[in-house]
């Protein structure tokens, strides 16, 4: 892929009161934003549409975020990413109201079984022709495990291990059990499918037993389009393995030009090449047609962010409750204290501004973003271009209506410059997503 090929663009949300992860649900761009009304998903899906994004795309999770002060309190009363509906329900309402705009959910491996999880997805697959993605996830919430009936959460390489099994009875049931050819409808021989073409999986693994066949004839991606978002060693290697897109958080362009690198030999060696995965870089923005505009929509919207939101957000996602340390003490004054706490200290090592405190440095991790006019919102994308990102992964933590602005003052001069597909190729998600 050359970099003077489009950017692909997902629309980065979630299935609950606030959005993206980060996004303040009172604040005035979002709060006219009924999340369970399905007129407002709808009037979302197709303004990304009319302006060709190529996909919106739901993070989730199947617990709630309660490490912080070692109670769910924060996260039910500040609604941080919490109550969530489930992605893949709405992503089927809204497959009558979209016709092109791809529609990716989360979907973690404890909360399904897979046989029954491939005839969900498939389903999901015919109803809206082939533009179903699924984000493979790993749950690192101890409330998730324990709701699904496990005492504590797996280990990392466990957990890996867990999702792969989990990916081959899926891959299994969707693309092996039946031929191409197996379903031929002839009417005059009342032959729907040629038994003859239709195969066991036989799965005998050490999480699940699938002997039988798949439940759904094969639908028109047969798998849907595999999206990850793993950043350790092992994260990596298992999306060199199945991953179709992955969604990267570089810091800078050199961090973003080092991973693809690392992926590109990760690739490699699991038979793959560099054009097999999309990389689709996390950028939160904020667009305005001046730059007095925008940088007063970004102070508003700092006025609304709720510290301890993200406190609680990202306590879970470290494992480490970080209400007990000095949250309002400067990052240069932990030193060594930090070292029973590994985690937080490599925190603390990678924030910029040692004058931080760790409740200014998870606030402003979790809420970073770029403010601009439309023009600058383009050279600034040009730039992650030039450092090899296929796509844009777009946070918009003012609300819908941040991301509404975004479609109408940001996309025109997105396609003007190159950068944004100005139509839809045919064909599948993983068509239109692999395009030329």
Known sequence: MTNQANLRFCLFTAFCPGGPVGGPWYHPGAVGF????????????????????????????????????????????EAAHFPLGDPAILAAALAGATENLGLVFTANVIQDHPYAFARRVATLDHLTRGRVGWNIVTSFQKSAWQNMGFDAVEGHEERYGRAQEFVDVVRKLLVESWEDGAVVRD????????????HPIAHDGPRFRVPGIGLTEPSPQRMPVAFQAGSSDTGR?????????????ARNLHGAATLISDMTRRLEAHGRSRADLLFLQYRSMIVASTEEEAKRKDEELDEYL???????FSSSTAGVDMSQIDLDRPLGDFGSDTAQLGILKAMAESAEDKTWTFRDLVTRTTASRFVGTPEQIADELETWRGAGVDGINLSCLDGVEGTYNFVEHAVPVLQ???????EYASGTLRDKLFRP
């Not at 899906?45 to 490490?67: K, M, N, P, Y």
């Not at 009417?187 to 239709?198: M, S």
């Not at 003007?416 to 100005?422: E, I, N, P, S, V």
């Open 237 to 249: 290697d298992f999306s060199a393995r199945n991953a179709e897109a992955v969604f990267i958080t």
């Open 187 to 198: 009417v005059d021989r009342r032959v729907y499918a040629d038994p003859a073409k239709v």
């Open 306 to 312: 709720s510290s301890e939101a993200a406190l609680a």
């Open 34 to 77: 009924d999340y369970l009304n399905l007129d407002h998903q709808t009037k979302l899906a197709q303004s990304l549409e009319r302006g060709c994004f190529d996909a919106i795309f739901w993070a989730d999770h199947s617990g709630v975020s309660d490490t912080y002060q070692g109670s769910y309190a924060t996260a039910v009363r």
């Open 416 to 422: 003007q410059r190159g950068l944004m597909q100005k």
